[in-house]
């Protein structure tokens, strides 16, 4: 893509290229795990990974690599990495000792559809099958060996207990307790936004961006990342199910602490503008402009779901 073709172009194509490039690399791997484990797995693994998600990771990842100057199609297996790991977090996200929900995507939950062990295994699973989809990948595009144990280290730091899992926990322990900002964003960066940010990261690295780019990318996604919660939390109370997918309210339901509890929905929704006004800052500061990533960051901010 030229930078003219950059400059016009909306998230809402950005969305639409990260889907066809991901959903294609997730339809191969849910046919490799149903042939690998044929039976109940199997047709689990691929009912998670064919659930028709925003794709959001995925364009980030893409929209970052080509920022940090990136070229290669193979990078949609960057994206499928990320992708995978963010299907796991939902398939767990949803089961009873969590979040207990019926609904995700728009169709039963994983274990709603199977049964609880069938998604607990089968969430567990995905994980190793995201590092051997980023080894994949990696060598795909030809990268170094040192490059991609930076990837590995980043993609799974992101998902461990410096991040997701780290957040979700807190995110679990917290509920019916009035939680003040602090630590509530200490579990959004955690359980959100640790594996948004890496998605920008990745992008970066994938492309062989020099550490100042990478750094900014970072920061980019540091902000968006939280701001992707905020907007989440906003959603939670204005939103209805048929529109998010999933069942609206849930938040009010657990006795969360959100954004929108702690600054109002209106609070919570400049907080989170204000934050993808930033997160497009730090690339202009850093002399990485991306059209792709502010149309990205502007979204995420205004979505409806
Ligand atoms: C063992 C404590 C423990 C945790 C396991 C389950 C888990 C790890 C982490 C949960 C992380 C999680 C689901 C956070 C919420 C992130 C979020 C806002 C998801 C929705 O993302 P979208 O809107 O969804 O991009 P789609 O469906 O469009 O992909």
């Not at 955690?190 to 992008?203: D, N, P, W």
Request: charged letters at 25%; hydrophobic letters at 45%.
């Amino acid at each position: 893509m030229s930078t003219s073709e950059l400059a016009r172009v909306t998230a809402e194509e950005l969305l639409a290229e990260a889907r066809i490039l991901a959903d294609r690399r997730l339809e191969a791997l849910a046919e490799r795990l149903e042939r690998a484990h044929p039976g109940r797995d199997g047709q689990a693994f691929a009912y998670a990974l064919r659930t028709p998600g925003k794709r959001v990771r995925p364009a980030l990842v893409v929209a970052a690599y080509r920022a940090s100057g990136g070229r290669d199609e193979g990078v949609a297996g960057v994206a499928t990495a990320v992708e995978t790991v963010h299907t796991y977090s939902l398939v767990h996200d949803d089961l009873p000792c969590m979040d207990d929900d019926d609904l995700r995507r728009g169709r039963p939950t994983t274990h709603r559809a199977f049964d609880v062990l069938t998604a607990t295994r089968v969430g567990f699973l995905l994980v190793p099958v995201a590092a051997q989809v980023l080894a994949e990948a990696s060598a795909e595009l030809g990268l170094e060996p040192p490059l991609l144990r930076r990837m590995a280290e980043v993609l799974f730091e992101a998902g461990g207990i410096e991040g997701m899992v780290g957040g979700q926990w807190l995110d679990l322990e917290a509920e019916q307790r009035a939680l003040d900002l602090p630590e509530l964003i200490a579990i959004h960066r955690g359980k959100t936004g640790a594996l948004i940010r890496a998605s920008c990261v990745l992008g970066g690295l994938a492309a062989r961006g020099t550490p100042p780019v990478v750094e900014a990318l970072e920061a980019f996604g540091a902000d968006i990342g939280l701001a992707f919660q905020i907007a989440d939390d906003v959603l939670d109370v204005i939103g209805t199910s048929a529109q998010l997918g999933k069942t609206a309210g849930r938040d009010a339901a657990l006795q969360k602490s959100t954004y929108a509890r702690l600054l109002g929905v209106e609070g919570a929704r400049s907080e989170a503008q204000r934050l993808a006004r930033r997160a497009v800052e730090h690339l202009d500061t850093a002399g990485v402009p991306s059209p792709a990533l502010a149309a990205l960051a502007h979204y995420i901010v205004n979505r409806s779901s």
